[in-house]
């Protein structure tokens, strides 16, 4: 069984040498690497012409969905394994993927560990990152950057969405649940993740899936769920019994997170400390983002 690496970049130039590092570090090596460039400026390209076993695609202007198609169609290989460009890969992630294809999967579901330099990366992690313990084979849905699959299934799916700039992963796993490929889940199939490191670059990060989810249709009971919780909210703060309530609702609602981040801050007492707020803030936080990012979402696609 011969497997093809893919990946997309765009200026990633501080870490993409550690990614090939990585990719030269797996126990089962893939038989091809192809990697597309969307138009990067900062000497990633040159990195990626002189590294050894490394097929370049240059695409400028490609979105991340019209990237990975391209870098699928110039794969040779019938089994796709995917990964982002900025991620460093655990040495046995393609070994584990490999062998839940070899064993019948259709699409091979691998994980992603956050990985966090200071309080706020360790809050954002704690919000939108299970512990691998929380999973559930059947509902998971794979990201791209730690995923294998053949291409019959991709083929069989439609493929990544060109048309969709941003969700695309997301878009695909709903079509394979939808027509029912066999999709099986290593959690220890772990693909390390860089958190995005400011306010403003998480913002536009969920600000585009959930614009995303709405231009493609996705998740519409999720997003509703959100805009009546928040409303309600609203109401509760009207008047004093109703902030015991929501005091007690915004408690359960934050314990799972908190916990998460009590793990990601262990033996800093004072950080955990102050996890106990940061993580609700975040949680609010990147909630307006995707509320926002979702009518932006629908009011394109209604002018579309």
Known sequence: MKISLIATVKDAGPFIEEFLASVAAQTRQPDEIVIVDGGSTDGTV?????????????????NISQGRARAIASATHDIIAVSDADCVLDADWLERLAKLIEDGADVAMGFYRPMVENFFQACSAAVHVPDPRELNEAKF????????????AYEAAGGYPEWLAIGEDMYLNHRWREIGMQMRLDPQAVANWRVRPSVSSTWKQYFGYARGDAIAKM????????FATYGTVVVLCAFWPGRVLLAIGALTYAFRPVRRS????????????????????MMAFTDVAKMAGYVSGLLHTRRN
């Open 141 to 152: 849905m794979p990201s791209s950057r730690s995923v294998a699959f053949r291409r019959l």
């Open 262 to 281: 009590f793990r990601l801050l262990s033996g800093e007492p004072l950080k955990q400390a102050g996890a106990v707020a940061g993580v609700p803030a």
């Open 46 to 62: 040159d990195t990626l012409r002189h590294a050894n076993g490394v097929t370049l695609v240059e695409e400028p202007g490609a």
């Open 219 to 226: 998740w519409p009971k999720r997003h509703a769920a959100r």
